[in-house]
């Protein structure tokens, strides 16, 4: 749950992240970031970008790739839609996903697409009876809630953080958690003004879908 020093650095490299935590704004340049990162911890500063590079390289690899891949002896260089519908299926459908944020018609195709893809995923955690699932790949200080879980007692509070970090529940939250994603009708706004998906514009010059 510890995720302080990661948003402490994110809130420092990009104004007002910490009121719209969105990762698609996240581009300091070089020198900013090592900067920030030598505030947190001088020794990483001088290995970061190297370090950064190889890891990332790697878990993309391992998430991108079908199981039966080897991460190592693989390269995504020049490689084909037929190819790597085959060796790298997540892509795909990753790549497919965050273009649907972007699409001018049918602005609701995008989060009635997720909601469908989120049935399958609510069932399976029913199944084995997990009311609180983490299936992420990098430990990001966060827990999920499922929402569709069968008479899950679950309560919301704001919370203060004392001098040691810690949080602490203050105030409780009249939340009720339905099993949705999003309320459709309210889809609008995560959107910006001419319609698209917020932090997620289309590339300059792109025709219209």
């Not at 273009?99 to 989120?118: G, N, S």
């Not at 919370?159 to 459709?184: K, Y």
Request: hydrophobic share 45%.
């Amino acid at each position: 749950m510890s995720n302080r020093l990661y948003k402490r650095l994110a809130f420092s490299a990009v104004t007002g992240m910490d009121k719209l935590f969105d990762l698609s704004r996240f581009h300091p340049d070089h020198t900013r970031l090592c900067e920030l990162i030598a505030r947190i911890e001088p020794h990483l500063a001088t290995d970061a970008a190297v370090y950064t590079r190889d890891r990332l390289a790697h878990l993309f690899a391992a998430i991108a790739l079908a199981p039966h891949q080897d991460v190592t002896a693989y390269s995504f260089r020049e490689g084909m839609f037929d190819e790597l519908a085959l060796t790298a299926p997540s892509l795909l459908g990753q790549s497919v996903f965050r273009e649907m944020r972007i699409l001018d018609r049918y602005p609701q195709l995008y989060l009635a697409f997720e909601q469908a893809k989120a049935l399958p995923a609510w069932n399976y955690w029913n199944s084995l009876g997990i009311a609180t699932p983490f299936n992420g790949f990098l430990p990001k200080g966060e827990i999920g809630v499922n929402p569709a879980y069968p008479d899950a007692d679950i309560k919301v509070w704001l919370a203060e953080s004392c001098g040691r970090g810690l949080l602490h529940p203050a105030e409780p939250l009249d939340v009720t958690f339905a099993p949705r994603l999003a309320d459709l009708g309210m889809t609008a706004m995560r959107r910006d003004a001419t319609g698209k998906a917020a932090g997620h514009p289309a590339p300059a010059g792109a025709p219209a879908s």
